[in-house]
């Protein structure tokens, strides 16, 4: 089963004058830092075919997915849902969704869409015979895990170890930098490349800069060095935070892609294939205490106003739908299996999906096909912190990320 693989970017950078997201906090862009992009890259075998998006912004909605994926499919006849839709999770871009006090900017969300979709017909027509090759290796010292247990049993995200009343991490980091590339057949010459870690990007997030943040600076490392296309894929960084600046992540991180290229070996042929289905996720019982934000270690984080005011609309919503819809997707390229999860996943349910799929080789791509904002594992709701604190972002309940896993694992078995 011969393979073919082909690559492809546009610049998606946001005009000065949009609305920021990721803050909270309604931001304006005054300046551009670095330029966002969308990639796809897109690989057939067999008689089937998939295709990863990714785009340098916060999340994607699965109003866009969907719309995405309609036009792709009636513009190039290239089956929707075998596509996987993901977000760096970049803090610093345009605001493509409704989140706090920061309305969505439709028009931007327009553009972008049919910007992106042009593009992966660009992908397409760039397609070639090709050679693919995975290898990962593993980076301690770029991400931490930012909930820290305080003396009283709670915690606090973004917490300090210095502070008399901390005693512990709460939990574990995901440090696998997981690489697959696409190499042309004959030639060797570098297509394109895939790069999974988990680690969320917040550089400039609170100021008037727009940036892709390390994936971006990764993307530009390894252009000058030879790959001209990375698709950064964040892994489950729901609880993950940066350790250093985005320069530094980036360098070090292409560093790390350059090692797990020189361990590969290349072949052409590889199996691909794709699986979806689509979870009716619960939502937690909502008590007075949580709508006010006075539960056992609660955690509001920039105005606790932003919250006061999303509740009607958030209580009304939750009586209206009854369940979150979330799709989760598998797709299977060679020897490695992608799960496909739309929400900030926390490192410990990416971890149990990683080690439930063995003897496969399994990478979680958070932030994928839609967002339904927060997962924690269900042990964290005992703690509290601000990514358990009742909110437009953080309204399912503790069963939630299992659902999730026990979803992916389910179809993880079905491509493997």
């Known amino acids: 089963m011969a393979l073919r693989a082909g690559f492809a970017e546009v610049n998606i950078t946001p005009p000065v004058g949009t609305r920021k997201i990721g803050w ?3 931001i304006v862009i005054e300046s551009v830092a670095d330029p966002l992009f969308a990639r796809a890259a897109t690989a057939e075998s067999g008689g089937e075919a998939i295709a990863f998006l990714q785009l340098d912004t916060l999340s994607i909605r699965w109003t866009q997915v969907n719309d995405i994926r309609r036009r792709v499919e009636e513009q190039y006849g290239f089956r929707g849902r075998n596509i996987m839709v993901a977000a760096a999770h970049n803090h610093a871009g345009p605001a493509v969704a409704h ?3 920061v309305p969505c900017d439709d028009r931007y969300v327009e553009g972008m869409v049919a910007r992106t979709v042009e593009m992966f017909g660009e992908a397409l027509a760039n397609m070639q015979d090709a050679e ?3 290898a990962s290796v593993m980076q301690w010292g770029l991400s931490h895990n930012r909930r820290v247990v305080m003396r009283d049993g709670t915690v606090r995200t973004h917490g300090r170890l210095d502070d008399p009343e901390a005693l512990f991490i709460e939990g574990p980091i995901d440090p696998e930098v997981s690489v697959v590339a696409a190499r042309a057949a004959g030639s060797g010459e570098m297509l394109g490349a895939l790069v999974n870690f988990a680690c969320h990007p917040t550089d ?4 008037s800069a727009a940036s892709a943040g390390y994936p971006g600076v990764l993307a530009r490392e390894m252009k000058e060095r030879g790959c001209p296309f990375t698709l950064f894929l964040n892994g489950a960084s729901g609880n993950i935070a940066a350790s250093h600046p985005m320069e530094h992540m980036g360098r070090t991180l292409a560093n790390d892609v350059e090692k797990a290229l020189a361990a590969m070996s290349f072949s052409s042929e590889v199996s691909i294939e794709a699986r979806s289905r ?5 939502y937690r019982e909502v008590t007075d205490d949580e709508v006010t934000g006075r539960v056992r270690g609660a955690q509001r984080f920039v105005d606790p106003a932003i919250y006061d005011r999303e509740m009607p609309g958030l209580i009304a919503r939750i009586k209206e739908r009854g369940a979150q ?3 989760v997707q598998a797709l299977a390229l060679g020897d490695r299996r992608f799960a496909g999860i ?3 996943y926390f490192a410990e349910n990416g971890l149990r999906i990683k080690e439930g799929g063995r003897p496969l080789h399994v990478l979680v791509v958070s932030c994928a096909n839609g967002m339904v904002g927060y997962v924690p594992h269900k042990e964290a709701f005992l703690r509290g912190g601000y990514e358990t604190t009742f909110a437009p972002g953080a309204a399912l309940a503790p069963e939630a990320g299992d659902m999730l896993a026990d979803a992916a694992l389910a ?3 079905e491509v493997g």
Request: overall charge negative.
């Open 411 to 413: 179809l993880i078995g």
């Open 99 to 101: 989140c706090g006090d």
């Open 278 to 282: 689509t979870v009716q996720l619960p």
């Open 132 to 134: 693919i090759g995975a």
């Open 24 to 26: 909270l906090k309604e």
């Open 342 to 344: 739309p929400a900030e």
């Open 204 to 207: 400039h997030g609170d100021d």
């Open 325 to 327: 819809p979330a799709e």
